[in-house]
């Protein structure tokens, strides 16, 4: 019986799924993450499907993060749909619990928007200017990653 300290607890392996395409590799995923992070103590960040769908379908525009690893798969399948026919670029990885830490939330998220502006009010132009160029890193690995999948 070790305690936490003793043993670094592993996590146990989880179920991908099948439509989890293009899936974020660990240098890229450890990025997008940081990203999300960033977002979210900006102000720049919708979680959660609903709140997702609707700002894609007002036009927002942004890098949309979805769990890999969500069960049932029918819960997010439209939202990779929904970003294509909006030009938004999307990427999976691999944990729920991992998103939603990066999010700041301690319930697992399926999906995350990530948006250069704040929905109300301003952020810190240096703030601003480190998410910007952040997100463009992101988004440029992303269409990499994209374009070598077709």
Known sequence: MGSDTEVEKKKAPTALAPIAKPLAGKKLCK??????????EAKCLKRGVKEVVKSIRRGNRGLCVIAGNISPIDVITHVPILCEEANIP???????EDLA????????????LVMTKPAKG??????????????????????????SMF
């Open 31 to 40: 990025r997008t993450l940081k990203l999300v992070r960033r977002a979210s």
């Open 90 to 96: 999307y990427i999976y990885v691999p944990s729920k």
């Open 101 to 112: 830490t990066a999010g700041t939330t301690k319930r697992p998220t399926c999906c995350v």
């Open 122 to 147: 301003e952020i810190n132009e240096e703030v601003k200017e480190k998410l910007k160029s952040d997100y463009d890193h992101v988004v440029a690995e992303v269409a990499e990653v994209t374009s």
